[in-house]
């Protein structure tokens, strides 16, 4: 009968100017989507050169490399009497465009550039590309001569149109054109188009995955059509982590779901469906509007069907129910699948992670563990990418990992790094959980290094600091924190650099870092300090969800040691003990809970607060608690806090972007390091407020 298509997205696992492994992952995933019956392969956003090129996309390498590689696929048999669907940039009368390229059999149908640009948040498209503003308008593309000596063509369509084929009409969005309150999806669907595309670069954040299925189905609900998503995966080379989930859906239902996380490079879903079904759902919910819509898309026509004469035996795919993560499991797969990523990419044999018996590193311990998991698992299901890289990674052709635990032991080294302020309870629960996962685990003395150090500046001043409780200053007291902090950064990179030597094994180690959002939010660490590393995995998540991380890992790997690190108060254990025991606590010493610090860092990220409009905010939210004279307190001494130590920010490690309200520099949280930090005219302006409620408040 001709009605029923079958067509592929996917998600690959790019990297940016990777572009001989990017061309073999492209022409794998068509290949795949041709063998599952498919007509159209879709994939993700620029995933010719990657993503996160950045300021690379500056460069005239870029854009020759590119063209390159796709002279490359249309020169490929296993491109043939398949549309492809690819992203790269393209430079059209001396401007950048972030493009999809539709291509068959050797002849480009048309470009189509992106029209409404990712420039929020971690994106800065606008930095390199320009958005293609003229609706519905085409031009003539003259192709270089490398594709011309491939396809013929002098000039192809580049601008707003779509596909006409024999059979149906294709319509394209790429990433943030689907958010924007313009979509392209519902001119589009008016006009006809039965068929509309996503390709997408879309990054993790916790509890982030609902929107796009959310915004993929009420795209098809209101007008009607089928709708695929592309998305890429892994880490492209930055902080961020592209988290797949490729998707089919017709009608406001999805039908085919792709994973969220998952180790594996190319992952192509496919689904069949009925083109009668979306024209009997219009006809009775969206014929009116369609009948009005005034001005057509520019139709580019091609001699080709999607469908085939004799498909009436051809089962369709059905709805099916989204499963969603809950965000412990996405702080156990996300920031995995990142890690893996980078120490593959890297060079790497493994990690190191200074490991303090507390929540935070404990968390950090407890994703490589994670991630071992993920990749026995990959290696069980016969995944020969993972398995070629984890014996690399090794330094062993012949290894096969037996279990988590086995290949934690052969890739994660962890040590307490012990001084005469640390407890004995700390140094058991650390030793506790490398031991149950897995992990090489050592326990270093750092009281000599430290000693040390005190007797050069003693040579030196003639003076020995003293801690507060032994009749010293502030300034003593801090000082005297922060050299054991920095002594255990030095002392993780030598052993990063040198326990595998010592064992007699190849390779270095990457240091993990272990300091959570809440904590760079207030600059609560030393600047150069164990939390200098390589990377971080924990950077980007609260310390409320680590605890409720923590309690997952529990139940999901049996690591009981995690009842006892949870049950303990955080501390830094950098001031002396008091009678053994830990006097020092690290909510204590912020002034705040961690809790409190959530909810402070939304308001001045997410809702833009500056301290009057959050004192005004938390006034209410917080009105069973704290007086308001109590409320702002707590947002003076945030941002004091916060405005001190901003500065830190310029050097924290680079971490899993995980949440919304980050604080990493440069990058996401573009604000100075360097403040007037008594905030003269916003405290002024709270204390004014206070004074104003306390009157109006009636007396009981």
């Known amino acids: 009968m001709g009605r029923k298509v079958t067509l592929a997205t996917c998600s690959v696992n790019q990297w940016a100017l990777d572009f001989e492994g ?26 010719i050169c990657g993503y996160g090129c950045a300021d690379h996309f500056y460069e005239s390498d870029t854009l020759l490399h590119s063209f390159q590689v796709l002279r490359k696929l249309l020169e490929s048999p296993v491109t043939q009497d398949i549309i492809c669907d690819v992203g790269m940039p393209i430079m059209h009368h001396n401007v950048r465009y972030n493009c999809r390229v539709l291509f068959l059999n050797r002849k480009i149908l048309l470009i189509r550039p992106k029209m409404l640009m990712a420039n929020y948040g971690i994106y800065r498209e606008m930095r390199w590309f320009s958005p293609w503003n003229q609706l519905r308008q085409v031009e003539d593309y003259f192709l270089p001569r490398m594709i011309q000596e491939v396809t013929g063509q002098d000039t192809v369509p580049f601008g707003d149109c779509v596909l006409s084929t024999k059979d149906t009409c294709i319509g394209t969005e790429i990433c943030a054109e689907l958010w924007n309150p313009r979509s392209p999806h519902i001119q589009m669907g008016l006009d006809g188009v039965e068929i509309f595309t996503n390709s997408s670069a879309s990054h993790h954040e916790l509890r982030k995955a609902d929107q796009r299925v959310s915004l993929i189905k009420s795209a098809t609900t209101k007008s009607g059509g089928i709708y695929l998503y592309a998305n890429q995966r892994g880490c492209d080379g930055d902080r961020v982590y592209y988290d797949g989930c490729a998707m089919v859906a017709i009608n406001g239902d999805i039908v085919a779901q792709g994973a969220q996380f998952s180790l594996n490079d190319v992952e192509v879903i496919t689904a069949t469906l009925d083109l009668e079904d979306v024209r009997s759902y219009r006809g009775e919910v969206c014929q009116p509007n369609m009948e ?12 080709f069907s999607l469908s085939s004469g004799d498909d009436v035996y051809l089962p369709t795919h059905q709805p099916i129910t989204w499963r969603f993560h809950t965000p412990e499991e996405e702080i156990s797969l996300g920031p995995a699948c990142w890690l893996w990523d980078y120490l593959r990419r890297s060079g790497q044999a493994g990690f190191l992670l200074p490991l303090s018996g507390g929540v935070d590193s404990s968390s950090t311990a407890c994703i490589v563990h994670s991630m071992c998991v993920l990749l026995c698992q990959a290696v069980a299901d016969g995944n020969s990418q993972a398995l070629e890289d984890v014996c690399r990674v090794v330094g062993d052709d012949s290894y096969r990992p037996q279990c988590p635990r086995e290949l934690c032991g052969r890739i994660f080294t962890t040590c307490y790094m012990a001084s005469e302020n640390s407890s004995g309870d700390t140094c058991r629960r650390a030793k506790d959980l490398a031991n149950q996962i897995g992990s090489t685990h050592m326990n270093i003395n750092i009281d000599t290094a430290v000693k040390g150090i005190l007797g050069i500046f003693s040579v030196v001043t003639g003076k020995w600091p003293q801690f507060c409780v032994n009749g010293g200053s502030h300034r003593e007291n801090l000082a005297l924190q922060n050299v054991q902090a920095r002594v255990r950064m030095v002392l993780a990179y030598l052993f990063a650099q040198l326990s595998l030597w010592a064992r007699g094994k190849p390779g270095g180690l990457l240091v993990l870092g272990s300091a959570n959002v809440d904590e760079s939010l207030t600059g609560y660490f030393t600047k150069y300090d164990c939390s200098s590393a390589d990377i971080n995995p924990i950077g980007g998540i609260s310390k409320i969800d680590l605890k409720s991380f923590l309690l997952y890992c529990v139940e999901q790997f049996q690591l009981t040691t995690l009842k006892g690190i949870l049950a303990a108060p955080p501390t830094a254990e950098l001031e002396p003990l008091t009678d053994g025991q830990v006097s020092q606590t690290d909510e204590a010493d912020m002034g705040m809970t961690y809790s409190e610090l959530s909810v402070i860092g939304r308001l001045r990220k997410i809702s833009k607060c500056g301290p009057f409009s959050m004192f005004c905010k938390l006034v209410h939210v917080w009105k069973d608690a704290l007086s308001p004279t109590e409320v702002a307190l707590k947002v003076r001494h945030f941002f004091r806090m916060y405005s001190v130590n901003r500065h830190k920010m310029t050097t924290v490690t680079p971490s899993y972007h995980a949440e919304s309200y980050s604080p990493d520099d440069n990058r996401f949280d573009l604000r100075p390091f360097l403040y007037n930090t008594r905030w003269t005219w916003q405290f002024r302006c709270i204390d004014e407020q206070v004074s104003q409620m306390a009157v109006d408040t009636p007396k009981q």
């Not at 990017?22 to 995933?29: A, G, T």
């Open 292 to 303: 009005s819509e005034p001005k057509p898309c520019h139709r580019v026509k091609v001699d």
């Open 22 to 47: 990017n061309s073999e992952r492209i022409l794998q995933s068509i290949e795949v989507a041709k063998a599952h019956g498919a007509k159209y392969r879709l994939g993700p956003e620029l995933e």
